[in-house]
Protein backbone atom coordinates (compact mmCIF):
# COMPACT_ATOMS: atom_id res chain seq x y z
CA UNK A 1 0.00 0.00 0.00
CA UNK A 2 1.58 3.31 -0.92
CA UNK A 3 1.22 5.49 2.00
CA UNK A 4 0.41 9.30 0.36
CA UNK A 5 -1.48 11.91 1.95
CA UNK A 6 -5.15 10.21 0.82
CA UNK A 7 -4.26 7.66 2.88
CA UNK A 8 -3.40 9.37 5.92
CA UNK A 9 -6.35 11.60 6.08
CA UNK A 10 -8.23 8.33 5.58
CA UNK A 11 -6.44 6.56 8.66
CA UNK A 12 -6.55 9.90 10.78
CA UNK A 13 -10.53 9.92 9.95
CA UNK A 14 -10.94 6.67 11.37
CA UNK A 15 -10.78 4.15 8.27
CA UNK A 16 -10.17 0.80 9.92
CA UNK A 17 -9.49 -0.83 6.15
CA UNK A 18 -6.82 1.56 5.23
CA UNK A 19 -4.96 1.42 9.07
CA UNK A 20 -5.21 -2.61 8.40
CA UNK A 21 -3.63 -2.23 5.21
CA UNK A 22 -0.81 0.74 6.75
CA UNK A 23 -0.12 -2.04 8.95
CA UNK A 24 0.02 -5.27 6.43
CA UNK A 25 2.32 -3.37 4.27
CA UNK A 26 4.81 -2.05 6.96
CA UNK A 27 5.01 -4.38 9.88
CA UNK A 28 7.00 -6.73 8.44
CA UNK A 29 9.69 -4.57 8.21
CA UNK A 30 9.47 -2.57 11.40
CA UNK A 31 9.31 -5.66 12.74
CA UNK A 32 12.97 -6.66 11.53
CA UNK A 33 13.98 -2.68 12.82
CA UNK A 34 13.03 -2.99 15.82
CA UNK A 35 14.67 -6.80 16.00
CA UNK A 36 18.08 -5.48 15.07
CA UNK A 37 18.28 -2.74 18.05
CA UNK A 38 16.51 -5.72 20.41
CA UNK A 39 17.40 -9.05 19.10
CA UNK A 40 14.90 -10.56 20.93
CA UNK A 41 11.42 -11.58 18.74
CA UNK A 42 9.19 -11.16 21.53
CA UNK A 43 9.93 -8.13 22.67
CA UNK A 44 10.71 -6.44 18.69
CA UNK A 45 6.96 -7.87 18.14
CA UNK A 46 5.20 -5.75 21.32
CA UNK A 47 6.95 -2.69 20.23
CA UNK A 48 5.60 -2.95 17.01
CA UNK A 49 2.51 -3.56 17.88
CA UNK A 50 2.39 -0.95 20.77
CA UNK A 51 3.85 1.74 17.62
CA UNK A 52 0.70 0.86 15.64
CA UNK A 53 -1.54 0.73 18.97
CA UNK A 54 -0.38 4.35 19.66
CA UNK A 55 -0.57 5.51 15.80
CA UNK A 56 -4.41 4.63 15.81
CA UNK A 57 -5.43 6.48 19.60
CA UNK A 58 -3.46 9.13 17.86
CA UNK A 59 -4.30 9.17 14.53
CA UNK A 60 -6.35 12.23 14.81
CA UNK A 61 -2.79 13.86 14.34
CA UNK A 62 -1.43 11.80 11.73
CA UNK A 63 -2.79 15.06 9.27
CA UNK A 64 0.28 16.70 10.80
CA UNK A 65 2.70 14.32 9.75
CA UNK A 66 4.26 14.63 6.29
CA UNK A 67 5.71 11.18 5.89
CA UNK A 68 4.41 8.20 7.98
CA UNK A 69 6.63 5.88 7.04
CA UNK A 70 9.32 7.79 8.56
CA UNK A 71 7.23 8.28 11.08
CA UNK A 72 6.68 4.68 12.19
CA UNK A 73 10.20 4.18 12.03
CA UNK A 74 11.30 6.77 14.07
CA UNK A 75 8.71 5.64 16.42
CA UNK A 76 9.78 1.75 16.56
CA UNK A 77 13.40 3.48 16.85
CA UNK A 78 12.63 5.67 19.75
CA UNK A 79 10.86 2.49 21.49
CA UNK A 80 13.14 0.30 21.30
CA UNK A 81 16.20 2.97 23.21
CA UNK A 82 13.46 3.21 25.56
CA UNK A 83 13.36 -0.45 26.50
CA UNK A 84 17.17 -0.49 26.25
CA UNK A 85 17.39 2.16 28.30
CA UNK A 86 15.23 0.24 31.10
CA UNK A 87 16.35 -2.91 30.43
CA UNK A 88 20.07 -1.56 30.83
CA UNK A 89 19.00 1.28 33.84
CA UNK A 90 20.52 3.65 31.90
CA UNK A 91 19.22 6.77 30.74
CA UNK A 92 21.97 7.71 28.08
CA UNK A 93 20.70 4.99 25.04
CA UNK A 94 21.15 5.94 22.06
CA UNK A 95 21.79 5.28 18.31
CA UNK A 96 25.00 6.95 19.34
CA UNK A 97 26.05 4.78 21.87
CA UNK A 98 25.01 1.67 20.03
CA UNK A 99 28.21 -1.17 19.59
CA UNK A 100 26.36 -2.43 17.15
CA UNK A 101 22.95 -2.72 15.01
CA UNK A 102 22.33 -6.53 13.77
CA UNK A 103 20.74 -6.04 10.29
CA UNK A 104 18.72 -8.91 8.76
CA UNK A 105 20.84 -10.50 6.25
CA UNK A 106 19.85 -10.14 2.69
CA UNK A 107 17.93 -12.66 0.85
CA UNK A 108 18.40 -13.43 -3.06
CA UNK A 109 15.96 -12.49 -5.16
CA UNK A 110 13.19 -15.39 -6.51
CA UNK A 111 14.72 -15.34 -9.76
CA UNK A 112 17.79 -16.36 -8.26
CA UNK A 113 20.53 -14.00 -9.86
CA UNK A 114 22.95 -14.35 -7.36
CA UNK A 115 24.20 -17.47 -5.69
CA UNK A 116 24.28 -18.14 -1.66
CA UNK A 117 27.74 -18.02 -1.52
CA UNK A 118 28.37 -14.42 -3.13
CA UNK A 119 24.79 -13.48 -0.99
CA UNK A 120 27.04 -14.61 2.20
CA UNK A 121 29.54 -12.77 1.01
CA UNK A 122 27.49 -9.29 0.36
CA UNK A 123 25.85 -9.63 4.32
CA UNK A 124 29.43 -10.42 5.69
CA UNK A 125 30.46 -7.17 4.25
CA UNK A 126 27.36 -5.20 5.47
CA UNK A 127 28.01 -6.90 9.37
CA UNK A 128 31.59 -5.24 9.00
CA UNK A 129 30.35 -1.69 8.61
CA UNK A 130 30.48 0.78 11.78
CA UNK A 131 27.13 0.51 13.41
CA UNK A 132 25.54 3.62 12.15
CA UNK A 133 27.06 3.12 9.12
CA UNK A 134 25.24 -0.39 8.48
CA UNK A 135 21.89 1.28 10.02
CA UNK A 136 22.08 4.06 6.96
CA UNK A 137 22.57 1.25 4.84
CA UNK A 138 20.16 -1.01 6.14
CA UNK A 139 17.47 1.96 5.82
CA UNK A 140 18.33 2.91 2.11
CA UNK A 141 19.29 -0.37 0.64
CA UNK A 142 17.09 -2.88 2.47
CA UNK A 143 14.00 -1.04 3.63
CA UNK A 144 14.03 1.74 0.37
CA UNK A 145 13.74 4.54 3.10
CA UNK A 146 14.99 8.22 0.92
CA UNK A 147 17.72 10.18 2.74
CA UNK A 148 15.65 12.74 4.19
CA UNK A 149 13.43 9.64 5.84
CA UNK A 150 16.82 8.04 7.04
CA UNK A 151 18.04 11.60 8.24
CA UNK A 152 15.24 11.98 10.51
CA UNK A 153 15.16 8.41 11.57
CA UNK A 154 18.60 8.62 13.07
CA UNK A 155 18.38 12.32 13.57
CA UNK A 156 20.86 13.69 11.91
CA UNK A 157 21.44 15.85 8.54
CA UNK A 158 20.73 14.28 4.79
CA UNK A 159 24.56 15.02 4.58
CA UNK A 160 25.76 12.79 7.26
CA UNK A 161 23.53 10.22 5.60
CA UNK A 162 24.88 10.59 2.63
CA UNK A 163 28.39 10.33 3.71
CA UNK A 164 27.58 7.05 5.62
CA UNK A 165 26.24 5.79 2.20
CA UNK A 166 29.02 6.30 0.46
CA UNK A 167 31.39 4.86 3.44
CA UNK A 168 29.19 2.43 3.05
CA UNK A 169 29.20 1.26 -0.47
CA UNK A 170 32.96 2.10 -0.63
CA UNK A 171 34.12 -0.64 2.21
CA UNK A 172 31.45 -3.11 0.74
CA UNK A 173 32.30 -3.05 -2.70
CA UNK A 174 36.35 -3.27 -1.66
CA UNK A 175 35.59 -6.29 0.93
CA UNK A 176 34.03 -7.81 -2.08
CA UNK A 177 37.18 -7.25 -4.28
CA UNK A 178 34.48 -5.26 -6.85
CA UNK A 179 36.47 -2.53 -9.21
CA UNK A 180 34.15 0.29 -10.55
CA UNK A 181 35.19 -0.19 -14.30
CA UNK A 182 32.67 1.30 -16.45
CA UNK A 183 33.56 -1.25 -19.22
CA UNK A 184 32.92 -4.06 -17.38
CA UNK A 185 29.78 -6.13 -17.49
CA UNK A 186 27.91 -5.32 -13.92
CA UNK A 187 28.82 -7.81 -11.41
CA UNK A 188 26.95 -10.34 -9.98
CA UNK A 189 27.02 -8.34 -6.87
CA UNK A 190 25.44 -5.74 -8.31
CA UNK A 191 22.79 -7.89 -9.28
CA UNK A 192 21.60 -8.05 -5.90
CA UNK A 193 20.02 -5.19 -6.17
CA UNK A 194 21.65 -3.65 -3.20
CA UNK A 195 24.44 -1.47 -4.57
Known sequence: ??????????IARGDQKKFRQLIESTSDELFLFALSFLRKREVAEEIVSDVFVKTWENRSELGKINNLKAYLFVSVKNACLSH????KNNKTVSIDGMEDFW???VEGPEN???DKESLEQINKAIDLLPP???LAFTLAKING???REIAGVMNVSEKTVNN??????????ATLGIKNNKNQKTSRFKQ???F
Open 1 to 10: MPIDRLSINL
Open 84 to 87: LRKE
Open 103 to 105: FIP
Open 112 to 114: EYI
Open 132 to 134: KCK
Open 145 to 147: LRY
Open 164 to 173: HLVYAIKKIT
Open 192 to 194: ASI
